[in-house]
């Protein structure tokens, strides 16, 4: 995406997140397509801020990373990083702001049976 830039200093890297306003309903969508996205995201609700690797553990690490990266640059998700850990959050408020009922229907329709 064009308006998410790595910025670094000299010693900590800093990951940029879209603005709120800068949120798009089709990214989100096609980043909530994918079902271990969708576990994140289920996941990270259920028991907030969690350590990227606290979560889908048994999935390389490279692929974690990866679906970590399309969440937070849709706006979905939030990542600190705090020292080598990367603690990640879900961007309720943001999210209900822009797309009000979203999480909830999220959450709703893909609750196991």
Do not use: W
Request: with cysteine; charged share 20%; proline share 7%.
């Amino acid at each position: 995406m064009s308006n998410v830039r790595l910025c670094y200093t000299t010693h900590m890297r800093t990951l940029m997140h879209p603005r709120m306003e800068e949120l798009r309903f089709s990214v989100v969508l096609q980043a909530l397509s994918d079902p271990a996205r969708l576990h994140i995201i289920r996941a990270l609700l259920h028991d907030p801020p969690q350590a990227c690797q606290d979560i889908l553990p048994q999935m390389p690490k490279s692929t974690r990373s990866y679906h970590f990266r399309v969440l937070r640059e849709a706006g979905i998700t939030h990542t600190v990083i705090i020292g080598s850990q990367h603690v990640v959050t879900v961007r309720q408020h943001d999210l209900e702001t822009r797309f009000p009922g979203l999480l909830k229907g999220l959450v709703q329709a893909t609750a196991p049976d």
